[in-house]
């Protein structure tokens, strides 16, 4: 699905007035109810983690943490059932699982005495029963399995829908038995799958970091936006890079061109 510029822009001005909860999705999908559920969910995460990048400095200072973990330690004393983390996340406006991070990490410093690896810490998030405390580990999952964007629930399904769309169109260039296709007048090369919507800052790093080398080295090629793309944002046709929401119906090989000559 391609949306114009401004559709898009509507779209991300009424994610910045709504929290990142389930309940802010439903709302989305009852605003614009022509848009793809999957279109508006992709949009959705990937305006979140853009505000989670530019206040994340903010919940990372000495003093922003402190605070976390004392109005964690007071929030379980008071009720240990309660969802002490997943409250104060939604409070502040942070991502449940990255909360939580912030506190688990704060107390095995405190409990171990020295700064706990990454590797330890994801163990812990992506398993709470490794956890050392049985109401923080209860906290800790809590925080993970109410985080629609972030985590390690999360992660695991965009890698099984990322790896998903790979196998798709491994199939359907297989079952075509293609190498070299034309699509719309353009020979392609090469065609890379993207399990997501294109967005202005999402599309400009992958052209610096993958397509613009893709192109150098390969030449012309196709991009796949499977929940859809900004659709001013296809204007690199001329040079060499095209941009569709789903496999070209369209394509002509290489080889039945030839043949029909």
């Keep these: 699905m391609k949306l114009s510029k401004a559709q ?29 559920q999957s279109t508006l969910l992709s949009i959705f995460s990937q305006e979140y983690q853009k505000q989670i990048k530019r206040t994340h400095a903010k919940h990372h200072t000495a003093e922003a943490i402190e605070t976390y973990y004392q109005r964690y330690l007071n929030g379980v004393m008071k009720n240990a059932a309660a969802p002490v983390l997943l409250e104060l996340a939604n409070e502040v406006d942070f991502a449940p699982s990255l909360m939580a991070r912030i506190v688990l990490e704060r107390f095995l410093q405190e409990k171990e005495q020295t700064i706990p690896s990454k590797t330890l810490i994801n163990s812990m998030l992506r398993d709470p029963s490794q956890i050392p405390d049985g109401v923080l580990a209860t906290q800790v ?8 964007c972030y985590g390690p629930l999360v ?6 829908i990322g790896h998903e769309h790979e196998v798709l169109l491994r199939e359907m260039l297989l079952e075509k038995n293609l190498s070299f296709i034309a699509v719309e007048g353009h ?38 936006y499977w929940y859809g793309f900004i659709e001013e944002l296809d204007c690199h046709r001329e040079r060499g890079i095209l941009l569709k929401d789903c496999f070209p119906t369209d394509i002509v090989t290489l080889r039945h061109s030839m043949a029909q000559h």
């Design 141 to 148: 999952y809590q925080c993970t399995v109410n985080d629609c």
């Design 187 to 224: 020979i392609i090369h090469w065609i890379e799958s993207k399990a997501s919507f294109g967005d202005e800052s999402s599309h400009q790093a992958y052209l610096q970091d993958q397509f613009w080398s893709y192109w150098n080295r390969f030449g012309p090629g196709l991009v796949i």
């Design 155 to 160: 992660d695991c399904i965009k890698h099984a």
């Design 8 to 36: 898009y822009d509507e779209i991300a001005q009424f994610l910045g007035h709504v929290q990142p909860t389930r309940q802010s999705l439903r709302k989305l999908k009852e605003k614009f109810p022509s848009q793809s």
